[in-house]
């Protein structure tokens, strides 16, 4: 393998006539970790990473993998492997033969072709058409064309969508897998929940804008637990959790929510005033509603579900 | 760019319809072959005759000019077409990024394929077209005489055409249309307007591409039908040719195979 390279954009634009698809972009995605690169439909994210591939032309700005385009670049697959959407392959052709007619353009050794097919665990189905293969099989097939130049970086773009769950789980292990080999991952995705499992470090996009860019933990840090707290007591709940410094919504007759809150700050509390529980749960880490709200505070056009809807962790 | 070529021929001979092409130009070519000899026999009372004559010997060697015209074309279309319909221009570029490159691979390995066309017709003419030659007793140092003139140049339209069929593709993008466009122009069109300019402006519209591939092939198929003398020679044909190749290829790598690829 080479070595993980660095991805860096810099006041990456694109202007698709009076649309302003990506403006003023800038990141970075160092080798060795997950970078997820997250934002709404969108976003301008599939518009962005094809600048980075040569596919789009910016309009503004520069997208460079080690400091060169990626056109420049002189073995292009060795360096840089990537997974598409609304990519495909001819129906007829044989899975080993799409990755055969890979490797004749670029100079890869064929030798890797069953390498790549051990990797993503389609040996056994290497010499079907691809027509007939699952929508699964084809990401995985994609992938398998990305690592055929064991390239130092790899640059995906939402490719759980269309996998099951037990996918999705082979995917995580799979990118957090391949960065621990040292190379650089930068994968998109419309799903925070998804990927937060995965990543090192966010870049959230919104309507072409950067709106939040560092290490996972510190937007974990931001997104503080909300506790749900059921009980017969629940007027004296609110008024004991108020009189400390929280701020509790009473919900219904026996509930009461308290943001900004852990089980291990509330739970002495309420014992202390001998309040009774039947129930103290945390409702999730709230990274998703502050995903929300940071991919929404642009405002307008953005939809209405509000910043507390709850996503689905895997997509339709 | 020996990769991308070796790429691209790789691309063509895994997919069917390169080689659906093959089988329907040699079919073809069989076929066609009955013309010569039958147009022989009405020289002799009817039925089929060795062909004699030098429009007759040419007709029975060039045979495959008349699959060219309509089958070469369309292996340019389809290594073009074929990456936007099956959506794989974009796996194609990420694996070779300088677009000016695929593009000249791809004009390249089509190239080749129509000589493997041209062969086709060849083979043809020497297993069926040479035992009814020698069964009905044809003169082969007549037959020999018109190797020069018409074998290289049937190979040239192949190639040439093939060539004009990516020049089409890249331009019009769409397979469906870009067949037509090739077929329909060179066949129906392309007579159509030649007859008019004829008839009514006197102007002989000899540089169109079957008129010039007819030129380069040594007026096989179209002296006897428009006359002898108005076709251009075979180079200035092969020119013509040459730039129906080269011209729309450049025009289309200009304005849509630069484009976003989104």
Same mark, same amino acid.
């Given at each position: ?316 | ?103 000249? $691979?791809?004009?390249?390995? &089509?190239?080749?394929? !129509?000589? /493997?066309?041209? +062969?086709?017709?060849? =083979? #043809?003419? *020497? ?100 006359? $002898?003398?108005?076709?251009? &020679?075979?180079?200035? !044909?092969? /020119?013509?040719? +040459?730039?129906?190749? =080269? #011209?729309? *290829? ?13």
């Amino acid at each position: 393998m080479t070595t993980g390279a660095t991805i860096e954009v810099r006041g990456l634009t694109k202007h698709f006539g009076s649309i302003q698809a990506v403006r003023g972009l800038d990141f970075t995605a160092h080798p060795g970790r997950v970078t997820g690169f997250l934002g709404p439909n969108g976003a301008g994210k599939t518009t962005a990473l094809r600048m980075l591939l040569g596919l789009v032309y910016p309009t503004a700005g520069t997208a460079t993998i080690d400091g060169r385009r990626y056109q420049d670049l002189h073995e292009p697959t060795r360096q840089v492997g990537a997974v598409l959407e609304a990519t495909s392959f001819h129906p007829s052709r044989r899975a080993r033969a799409h990755l055969k007619m890979l490797t004749l353009a670029s100079g890869i050794s064929e030798r890797r072709i069953d390498e790549v097919l051990d990797l993503v665990g389609l040996r056994a189905d290497a010499n079907r058409k691809v027509g007939g293969y699952s929508l699964g099989m084809r990401q995985r097939l994609e992938l398998a064309g990305a690592l055929l130049g064991d390239p130092g970086a790899l640059i995906l773009d939402e490719p759980s969508n269309g996998l099951d769950p037990q996918g999705i789980a082979w995917l995580r292990a799979f990118l957090r897998h391949l960065a621990g080999e040292g190379r650089t991952v930068l994968v998109s995705s419309h799903l925070l929940a998804e990927m937060a499992q995965t990543v090192d470090d966010v870049v959230i996009v919104s309507q072409g804008v950067l709106r939040e860019q560092g290490p996972l933990a510190t937007l974990t840090a931001r997104a503080r637990p909300t506790m749900r707290v059921r009980t017969p007591e629940a007027n004296r709940l609110v008024s004991v959790a108020a009189a400390a410094g929280f701020s509790p919504r009473q919900v219904a007759a026996d509930v009461v929510m308290v943001d900004n809150a852990s089980p291990e700050q509330l739970g002495p509390l309420l014992a202390s005033h001998q309040i009774v529980l039947y129930e103290l749960t945390q409702e999730g880490m709230n990274l998703e509603a502050l995903f929300l709200q940071l991919t929404q505070s642009l405002g307008s056009s953005m939809g209405p579900s509000a910043p507390q809807a709850v996503v689905p962790p895997v997509p339709a | 760019m020996t990769r991308l070529v070796r790429s691209e021929l790789f691309k063509l001979r895994t997919t069917p319809g390169p080689w659906i092409l093959l089988v329907i130009d040699m079919v073809a070519c069989g076929l066609f072959l009955l013309i010569p000899f039958h147009q022989a026999g009405s020289l002799t009372g009817g039925g089929y005759a060795a062909p004699s004559t030098v429009q007759d010997l040419r007709d029975m060697l060039g045979v495959g000019y008349e699959a060219a015209l309509f089958l070469a074309p369309i292996i340019g279309v389809l290594s073009v077409t074929g990456e936007y319909r099956h959506k794989v221009l974009t796996t194609t570029l990420l694996f070779s990024p300088r677009r000016a490159d695929v593009l000249t $691979a791809k004009a390249i390995a &089509s190239i080749l394929w !129509g000589l /493997l066309l041209g +062969l086709g017709s060849f =083979v #043809v003419v *020497g297993a069926e077209g040479l035992s009814w030659f020698a069964a009905d007793g044809g003169s082969f140092s007549s037959l020999a005489h018109q190797i020069v003139p018409v074998v290289p140049g049937v190979l040239g339209a192949f190639a040439l055409l093939a060539l004009f069929g990516v020049g089409i593709g890249v331009l019009v993008k769409n397979q469906v249309a870009g067949v037509l466009v090739t077929i329909g122009g060179t066949i129906i069109v392309e007579q159509l307007l030649v007859a008019l300019f004829q008839n009514v402006f006197h102007m002989d519209l000899n540089w169109l591409p079957s008129e010039a591939s007819a030129a380069l092939v040594g007026g096989v198929f179209n002296g006897r039908a428009t006359g $002898a003398g108005r076709l251009l &020679s075979w180079w200035a !044909g092969g /020119l013509a040719l +040459l730039a129906w190749g =080269v #011209v729309p *290829g450049v025009l289309g790598y200009f304005t849509t195979f630069r484009r976003d690829v989104t």
